[in-house]
């Protein structure tokens, strides 16, 4: 069993690395590796695509490397691997962002990444730090995850679902954010699992064991 940690220049990948090791090491979900090469991404068994910084900057990066989100993309769409997308990574899966400018997407699940506009005034916007979970649908690889558990949050545009039975979870922020996204083989989530300690950890584990 092979999981990749795509690495498109997209922030640095230690902390993930180590959290996906850690939690493959204790299931026995097999190897991870981080790789930006396209023939790693097509022998996976997993894929998890992270991301930090804006929309556009993060979807230009990705096509720069040659080959590699044809390689996501024919593996997840054509193959139905398990996808992880992760903070920006999960905001490449919506139809299109709006950060700056319009960028599309890869258009996996329906809906627009637009500016968090809290109706609180006093609510600053990166919504940074942490922050509860409230789950709205239940999923394979929320096992052992409850609405209260905490979680790590670094963003300011947030994933508007056109669906709302594909926002598998949210948390409230003068409105409501999506947290965790999911259909078929594809989950996202907005906030940094390798950051968020026992939640991170247990979402993490949950996938490498998950068997759509």
């Known amino acids: 069993m092979l999981t990749v940690l795509v690495d498109y220049d997209s922030g640095n990948l230690h902390s993930a690395e180590k959290a996906f090791q850690r939690m493959a090491a204790e299931v026995g979900g097999g190897t991870v590796l981080v790789s930006d090469r396209p023939e790693d991404v097509a022998r996976a068994d997993r894929i998890v695509l992270p991301g930090d910084g804006a929309f556009p900057a993060c979807r230009r990066a990705l096509g720069a490397y040659g080959g590699l989100s044809e390689a996501i993309e024919e593996a997840v769409t054509t193959r139905a691997r398990p996808f992880l997308g992760i903070c920006v990574g999960m905001q490449m899966m919506a139809t299109r962002g709006l950060e700056y400018e319009e960028t599309a997407g890869f258009g996996w699940i329906g809906g627009e990444v637009e500016r968090i506009a809290p109706a609180d005034p006093l609510l600053k916007v990166p919504h940074m730090g942490w922050n509860d979970l409230v789950i709205d649908h239940a999923h394979p690889v929320l096992e052992g995850i409850e609405t209260g558990d ?3 949050f670094v963003h300011s545009y947030h994933f508007r ?51 759509p």
Do not use: C
């Open 150 to 152: 905490h979680a790590y």
């Open 161 to 211: 679902v056109a669906n709302p039975a594909e926002r598998l979870a949210h948390a409230d922020y003068g409105s409501e954010i999506t947290a965790i996204i999911g259909r078929d083989t594809m989950v996202g989530t907005q906030f940094h699992p390798e950051k968020s300690q026992a939640t991170g950890l247990r979402l993490i584990a949950n996938f490498l064991r998950w068997k």
